[in-house]
């Protein structure tokens, strides 16, 4: 059976959103910076609460998707997507574009739960691991394409242009979806009314096991989120300022696409916790290495050592998570998936703002080793913590295979 019409269209949409978003977010510290003029602490706070809106949004989004159908949720984003980028790239003070993130985050909200529910809903009976696999390139794919056209736009015009390609990319998607997206009819449930879905997420975070490997995992999102926050400040200031930073961030998903099936199955007899703990020391090694490893090769070796970190971690967390849900629920956990990024995100922000002021500010002395230390030494914390939790809240029984 063959995958219909929609599901084709669904990951088109998907290529020209992440195209959208990271060729917006690999330079947007260094926009918010340099075009709306905040400064490094406000920078790190406004990048964190843009992150946390980012993502919590698809919890409620999710549900109202599911009450006014996907095909107008899908509408909404994409307005709120292209009035978000407009206005960073129309009115760039700080008060405006906090707005604009705001939509920009909550956009996201409406389009990430339709996109990965329309994979469910159109793919063949047999064929949902190949649904998400051809998702995955779209994702990707985007992510390329995005940060090379940023790359060039940024230095052939500059760096505020790159929203104009963001908008672009923001308007093809919000006509793909007008005109080519139909709403999937396979799969259609009716949604659970609010209430009861609030009382399920209670439910679900009322479980202490649960509830503390939300709070435990956020270290590593802590970690990859400053490849976005701290990292195109100090390739830009400490190293070259014409760096070419979005190639850079090439890296980790060319690895992740040529390595991720290697190391699954490199990996496949370990407990999920202790996958997930291989991952969180491999993206303390990373932090570690962009200080003490000078110059290009640094950046370059630490976002491939990056890579193998996610691959450790991604696929682990998820397996690890969704063992939580009672039949029937895993929607409603996974859901919850979110929720230690928002943290790590969040608190990256915040902490990424206060150390760029006081150790790699654009005029002064800079000490780059001391920041990328800290952050390998948070990194060792985590690690410890997830190392506590698998001792004290995973079963004895899974211990004891592991």
Same mark, same amino acid.
């Given at each position: 059976?063959?995958?219909?019409?929609?599901? $084709?269209?669904?990951?088109?949409?998907?290529?020209?959103?992440?195209?959208?978003?990271?060729?917006?977010?690999?330079?947007?510290?260094?926009?918010?910076?340099?075009?709306?003029?905040?400064?490094?602490?406000?920078?790190?706070?406004?990048?964190?609460?843009?992150?946390?809106?980012?993502?919590?949004?698809?919890?409620?989004?999710?549900?109202?998707?599911?009450?006014?159908?996907?095909?107008?949720?899908?509408?909404?984003?994409?307005?709120?997507?292209?009035?978000?980028?407009?206005?960073? $790239?129309?009115?760039?003070?700080?008060?405006?574009?906090?707005?604009?993130?705001?939509?920009?985050?909550?956009?996201?909200?409406?389009?990430?739960?339709?996109?990965?529910?329309?994979?469910? *809903?159109?793919?063949?009976?047999?064929?949902?691991?190949?649904?998400?696999?051809?998702?995955? *390139?779209?994702?990707?794919?985007?992510?390329?394409?995005?940060?090379?056209?940023?790359?060039?736009?940024?230095?052939?015009?500059?760096?505020?242009?790159?929203?104009?390609?963001?908008?672009?990319?923001?308007?093809?998607?919000?006509?793909?979806?007008?005109?080519?997206?139909?709403?999937? /009819?396979?799969?259609?449930? /009716?949604?659970?009314?609010?209430?009861?879905?609030?009382?399920?997420?209670?439910?679900?975070?009322?479980?202490?096991?649960?509830?503390?490997?939300?709070?435990?995992?956020?270290?590593?999102?802590?970690?990859?989120?400053?490849?976005?926050?701290?990292?195109?400040?100090?390739?830009?200031?400490?190293?070259?300022?014409?760096?070419?930073?979005?190639?850079? /961030?090439?890296?980790?998903?060319?690895?992740?696409?040529?390595?991720?099936?290697?190391?699954?199955?490199?990996?496949?007899?370990?407990?999920?916790?202790?996958?997930?703990?291989?991952?969180?020391?491999?993206?303390?090694?990373?932090?570690?290495?962009?200080?003490?490893?000078?110059?290009?090769?640094?950046?370059?070796?630490?976002?491939?050592?990056?890579?193998?970190?996610?691959?450790?971690?991604?696929?682990?967390? $998820?397996?690890?998570?969704?063992?939580?849900?009672?039949?029937?629920?895993?929607?409603?956990?996974?859901?919850?998936?979110?929720?230690?990024?928002?943290?790590?995100?969040?608190?990256?922000?915040?902490?990424?703002?206060?150390?760029?002021?006081?150790?790699?500010?654009?005029?002064?002395?800079?000490?780059?080793?001391?920041?990328?230390?800290?952050?390998?030494?948070?990194?060792?914390?985590?690690?410890?913590?997830?190392?506590? $939790? *698998? *001792?004290?809240?995973?079963?004895?029984?899974?211990?004891?295979?592991?």
């Amino acid at each position: 059976m063959k995958f219909p019409r929609t599901f $084709y269209v669904a990951n088109a949409i998907e290529l020209f959103e992440r195209l959208a978003f990271y060729g917006m977010y690999v330079g947007l510290s260094l926009y918010l910076s340099k075009v709306v003029g905040l400064g490094d602490k406000d920078t790190g706070s406004l990048l964190g609460n843009f992150r946390l809106v980012s993502a919590l949004a698809p919890i409620p989004c999710g549900a109202i998707a599911d009450r006014i159908n996907f095909k107008k949720s899908l509408l909404i984003a994409f307005s709120l997507f292209a009035i978000g980028y407009g206005g960073l $790239y129309l009115y760039p003070a700080p008060a405006t574009a906090a707005i604009a993130l705001m939509c920009i985050g909550v956009a996201g909200g409406f389009m990430k739960p339709v996109i990965t529910g329309t994979v469910v *809903r159109t793919s063949p009976e047999g064929r949902q691991d190949e649904g998400f696999a051809i998702f995955y *390139r779209m994702i990707n794919a985007g992510s390329v394409t995005g940060k090379t056209l940023a790359y060039g736009v940024r230095v052939i015009v500059s760096i505020r242009h790159v929203l104009i390609t963001s908008v672009v990319g923001s308007l093809i998607a919000l006509g793909l979806a007008a005109a080519a997206y139909e709403e999937p /009819t396979r799969g259609k449930s /009716t949604p659970e009314p609010m209430g009861k879905l609030l009382a399920g997420y209670g439910t679900a975070l009322k479980n202490a096991r649960f509830a503390v490997a939300l709070v435990v995992f956020a270290g590593f999102y802590f970690m990859a989120e400053q490849f976005y926050m701290t990292f195109p400040k100090y390739v830009t200031r400490h190293i070259d300022k014409s760096a070419p930073l979005e190639l850079i /961030t090439l890296i980790n998903p060319a690895l992740i696409a040529l390595f991720q099936g290697v190391v699954l199955r490199a990996t496949r007899g370990l407990h999920p916790v202790t996958g997930m703990i291989l991952g969180m020391l491999l993206g303390s090694a990373s932090m570690l290495v962009m200080g003490v490893v000078p110059g290009m090769l640094g950046a370059c070796m630490s976002g491939a050592i990056f890579a193998f970190s996610e691959m450790c971690f991604s696929p682990r967390f $998820y397996d690890y998570l969704a063992s939580f849900a009672p039949s029937g629920k895993a929607g409603m956990y996974m859901g919850l998936a979110f929720v230690p990024f928002a943290i790590g995100a969040w608190v990256g922000g915040q902490a990424s703002g206060r150390l760029i002021a006081a150790y790699l500010p654009e005029v002064g002395e800079r000490q780059p080793t001391l920041v990328w230390s800290i952050y390998a030494a948070l990194g060792l914390a985590f690690a410890l913590a997830m190392v506590v $939790y *698998r *001792r004290f809240a995973v079963p004895r029984a899974a211990n004891a295979a592991a």
